[in-house]
């Protein structure tokens, strides 16, 4: 089962988060590791992993600001124009690194939130009615 985040707002775009692990840690197999990077990627309009599944779907490793600029403009090429690194652990500060690319003949327009730490761990939980 892949553990994606799918949300089809109408027949052109496609919001994906793709669930695939966080800080080192997978929570799908590794075999699907190139499942997301060969087909669910280039489908994507707006792709929003974190520095980990970044990494993964770019293979490259991300250790400044300047990786997470790069890691973006490899998943632009690979298919969505629109792409959230939603949390970058660098030397101790987090940030958000979002980029829009309208066309592939335009470098894309980036920016960077730099979030401020909150000294406790949060994981994904799901309230139940």
């Known amino acids: 089962m892949l553990g994606v985040l799918f949300i089809f707002v109408s027949v052109y775009l496609c919001f994906c988060d793709p669930v695939m692990g966080d800080e080192g840690k997978l929570y799908v197999p590794e075999d699907l590791v190139s499942v997301y990077r060969e087909k669910v990627v280039p489908v994507a309009s707006m792709l929003t992993p974190n520095q980990f599944e970044a990494e993964l779907l770019t293979k490259l490793r991300i250790s400044s600001e300047t990786d997470g600029r790069e890691a973006c403009n490899i998943l632009h090429a690979a298919g969505p124009s629109k792409v959230v690194i939603t949390s970058i652990n660098i ?26 730490r909150i000294p406790a761990y949060f994981t994904l939980c799901k ?3």
């Open 91 to 116: 030397e101790g500060n987090l940030l958000l690194i979002g980029s829009h690319q309208k066309d592939k003949e335009h470098p894309p327009e980036q920016f960077k939130i730099v979030i401020p």
């Open 127 to 129: 309230i139940s009615s």
